[in-house]
């Protein structure tokens, strides 16, 4: 078959996310599509996958309603196509071999449930009453999912594929995709080894090849393909073919009857790379030769969960190639520098469990313009070029693939490629005893052990750390008298021109044009009125502007300022690098920068939201008085190479007020026990900005209005809301919460914590909770209802507020 000349939308990859995207795209009434293959469909690795459509596991809500969605698709597309999935609910079990998993898996279970899964938490000898091999007697329980099953992948995207020809999608196979054409920033065509297609819309998925794709149109898809193997055993007398499928991460394995015997699947915790050079355009159908050396102390660690395995052959010991990406969460979304180009890879080898539901999404949002789910975590834009070093893939791809059966303990930072961007005061803050994790790249200082202590981590667990004790002071010492904290990794966008003011009015729901020196907390909405940033904008001077956003939104900020300046008289630069950020926050800090500065630093003379240039010793800084910490506060932007010296000035001022180190651990408390949202943590593009409580960041009334602004007023006419984010604390000060965890009214599952912290302060843990209540969710609604929160299957008393639970007037941070 011949390709056309043009089509409305061309989709690279014959695998199930291709086939699925496409299938979803006729569906939506876009039939004008063409699917390309280089070779045939799934000869890619969708071919060899190993066919589980299990939805245990995951803590977003997005990952859980694309696997559950995927399953009940699955289930019902024979209907439709004729073709049969080979969908077979056999159920799952997931089991708890250690007191860190069993804790993990408990608090999974509630979320799943909260979500829409049905979830059992059994006995061991429950465990062997399913799976009547499995060596139960050294585990703690198992997490059965009776709807869950498995599929053959290659019928899965037989029937998709049938059913996108139904809706009138065209699928090519055997013709490559060379490149991708564009002209101001838009896609435009697709050129193929036979000829060129005119379109408006391409979606790389591509998988494994993906990244080289990508590449020729500079669009950064950091991928490496990676070995994964499994083994099928010969005939085992007694194996039924409706047993569960059983996942064992303590021993690398999952499990499931073939052909009689038994697939014994494994994510080793240290994994090979494969191809870093790049895969090889030819490669279909195709195998790795397994390496038996590397893979044997795995291999029988993972029988041994089924002991009859060590006693009957192995037919077949298979290894090919699966992609993973640097933090294991999918590759999706529409490219920020080059528009209308859609990628959706690196499914970290669970593309045929999210294959359905990511279909789904991704045609919506290239139909609506607009995702409907919460991708903050997916998107492609949070991606950065150095990710595409060959050396960072292959270091950093050993790492992720042996993330999959790890315990995820919270806190645990990423081990390897580390030390990439560095503040220019690292090695002082190394000097304090800082403990680093790896944040956006950046080397950020979780918190302090102390002058020339090294910081260690004893042991990873889900109750109170080592250091528990040394962040309860770091926290402190920001409450009672003033704490240094290096932001250097915050994002940071200078715009200038003489149309600055109007477009960065026109994309924030504030009014941030105002009087020169003066920054605004500010959101920038989309036209449906949901939020897309969280940020500062400080007006200098007429015609130039500095954002803030945090360090995850660099990608998604930048792209989107630059698509809005259009043909505006405006210029973005990017100075993140450039400058510098240190924040001296709490009670004494005005003290501490007096004495370094001839500028004055009185209430009146340097108020609440100013920003103005003020010299310290030899330096020149940026000061803006603002807090993410609930107290009087500063933020000091630097040029990088006078950092070190307005670092030392700080620091030999600071002993006179008690100055302190503080980190990571520390701002999330702070900001925690004061409310304070992160996007992309407890506020994300599904939500309204009302929703999430911040329209007092709203100008409703200024004049040209924002985006947004319609969607707004229509959901302030509609009344009260009845979900809401609200402000959540546990009673009892020992437990910990960290996300997921479920908020229970009257006995009754409202919603769930977004993020957490412990209140230092107020002395409990602390978070932010959406909710969705039956009726308005006001003041007197949460103040009325008996509340708690499952935290891993117990639940403790609790209470919730829409006002900020510390220092709710305000009143310290205009000290």
Known sequence: MGIPDRARVVVVGGGVIGTSIAYHLGHLGWSDVVLLERDRLTSGTTWHAAGLMTCFGSLSETSMAMRMYSRELYARLEEETGLSTGFTRVGFIEVAADEGRLEEYRR???????????????????????????????????????????VNPVDVTMSLARGARMQG????????????????????????????????????????????????SGVVIPLQAAEHYYLITEPIEGVDPAWPIIEDPSRHGYYREEGGGLMIGLFEPVCAPWHVDGIPADFSFGEITPDWDRMGPYVQRAMERVPISMETGIRKFFCGPESFTPDLAPVVGEAPDLRNYFVAAGMNSVGIIHGGGLGRLMATWIVDGQPDMDITGFNIDRF?????????????????????????????SMHTARGIKRSPIHDRLAAQGAYFRDVSGWEGADWFAGPGVEPRVDELTWGRQSWFDTWAAEHRAVRDGVGLMDMSFMSKFLVQGRDAGRVLDWVSANAVDGEPGVITYTQWLNEAGTLEADLTVTKLDDGEFMVVASDN??????????????DAHAFV?????????????????????????????????FPFRAARQIDIGFARALC????????LGYELYVPAEQAMHVYEQLFEAGAAVGMRHTGLKALASLRMEKGYRDYGHDIDNTDSVLEAGLGFAVALDKPGGFIGRDAVLAQKAAGPLRRR??????????????????????????????????????EGAVGLAMIDADEPITSDYLGSGSWE??????????????RPMYDPDNSRIRA
């Open 108 to 150: 999974v279970a509630a979320f799943n449930r909260i979500v829409g899964l049905d979830v059992h938490e059994i006995t061991p000898a429950e465990i062997a009453e399913r799976f009547p091999m499995a060596r139960t007697d050294d585990l703690l329980a198992g997490f059965y999912v009776p709807q869950d099953g498995r």
């Open 169 to 216: 999608v065209q699928i090519v196979e055997g013709v490559s995709a060379t490149g991708v054409t564009s002209s101001a920033g838009r896609v435009t065509g697709v050129t193929t080894t036979q000829g060129d297609i005119e379109c408006e819309v391409v979606v790389n998925c591509t998988g494994m090849w993906a990244r080289e794709l990508g590449e020729r």
């Open 384 to 412: 950065q070029p150095y990710q595409l070093n060959p050396r960072y893939r292959a270091e950093r791809t050993v790492e992720t693939l042996g993330m999959v059966y790890e315990t995820h303990f919270p806190g645990r």
């Open 553 to 566: 939104a660099h990608g998604h900020v930048l792209g989107r300022l630059r698509r809005h300046v259009g």
């Open 573 to 605: 630069t990017d100075v993140t690098s450039g400058l510098a950020q240190l924040n001296v926050q709490g009670p004494r800090s005005r003290e501490l920068l007096q004495s370094l500065t001839s500028a004055d630093m009185s209430n009146g003379a």
């Open 624 to 631: 803006v008085r603002i807090t993410y910490l609930g107290e």
């Open 725 to 762: 984010l609200v402000q959540v604390r546990l009673l009892d000060p020992q437990p910990l919460m960290h996300h997921a965890e479920i908020v229970h009214r009257n006995g009754a599952p409202l919603g769930y914590v977004r993020a957490a912290s412990y209140g230092h302060t107020l």
């Open 789 to 802: 929160i499952e935290v891993a299957g117990v639940r403790h008393p609790a209470v919730a507020s829409l």
